[in-house]
C-alpha cells in the first residue's frame, strides 16, 4: 500500500496566529515521534498571512486514525475551535 498525505489548511482568526503557531510547533514535535509517521512540516502561506499550512505523510490509514486519537491532537483540535475560521483536510496519495 501506498504511502497516505495529508494538506491540512488553517485559516487564523485575526490575532490567534502566534498561538496557533506555539500550538503547532508543540503537536508536530509529538506527530513526528508517532511511529507511522513519514513526515510532519508546518508551513505559512507567503501570501496570505492568515494561512497555516501542514503537509504530512503517514505510513497507513491506520497510523493516521492512531493520530487523530492522540492527546495533542484532540487538544489541537479543540483549541482551534476557538482561533481558526476553517480547516480542511485533503487526505491523498501518489498515483502516477
Known amino acids: 500500500m501506498s504511502k497516505l498525505k495529508i494538506i491540512a489548511t488553517i485559516i487564523v482568526k485575526p490575532g490567534f496566529k502566534e498561538d ?3 500550538m503547532l510547533q508543540t503537536v508536530t514535535d509529538a506527530t513526528r515521534k508517532e511511529e507511522g509517521n513519514i513526515s510532519y512540516i508546518l508551513h505559512e502561506d507567503i501570501n496570505n498571512s492568515s494561512k497555516v ?15 487523530n486519537q492522540t492527546e495533542h491532537f484532540l487538544l489541537l483540535k479543540t483549541e482551534l475551535g476557538n482561533k481558526a475560521d476553517s480547516l480542511t483536510i485533503d487526505i491523498i496519495r501518489e498515483s502516477y
Open 20 to 22: 496557533v503557531l506555539n
Open 53 to 67: 499550512i501542514i503537509l504530512e505523510v503517514w505510513k497507513s490509514q491506520e497510523a493516521i486514525d492512531f493520530h
